[in-house]
Nanobody
Framework: QVQLVESGGGLVQAGGSLRLSCAAS????????MGWFRRAPGKEREFVAA????????YYADSVKGRFTISRDNAKNTVSLQMNSLKPEDTAVYYC???????????????WGQGTQVTVSS
């Protein structure tokens, strides 16, 4: 079992930055692939970024590549998403997710957090 709690969301102006964090509990975190997904109002949930257990492999959606950076600290059981150059279209609820095995871009993760709201004003 892995419990996930996101934090760091908020309201920011376009061009600004936010750093989301996901705190995980459970002894399998260090072996879990982690992902960030988001859901904007009226839209389907979409993949944002993912990282494998060792942080050697990182994947990003084209829409955030070059602006967002995913990282993890297995000693602290945390995964982070640094978001720079934010755009109004990044407005969404952001979810942290965990799964065993390799990371995927599909929402086939075993555990999900409750989400944190990110709002980017123009």
């Amino acid at each position: 079992q892995v419990q996930l709690v996101e934090s760091g969301g908020g309201l920011v102006q376009a061009g600004g930055s936010l750093r989301l964090s996901c705190a995980a509990s459970g002894r399998t975190f260090s072996s879990s692939a982690m992902g960030w997904f988001r859901r904007a109002p009226g839209k389907e949930r979409e993949f944002v970024a993912a990282i494998n257990w060792s942080a050697e492999l990182k994947y990003y959606a084209d829409s955030v590549k070059g602006r967002f950076t995913i990282s993890r600290d297995n000693a602290k059981n945390t995964v982070s998403l640094q978001m720079n150059s934010l755009k109004p279209e990044d407005t969404a609820v952001y979810y942290c997710a965990a799964k065993s095995g390799p990371p995927t871009l599909r929402a086939t993760y075993d555990y999900w957090g409750q989400g944190t709201q990110v709002t980017v004003s123009s």
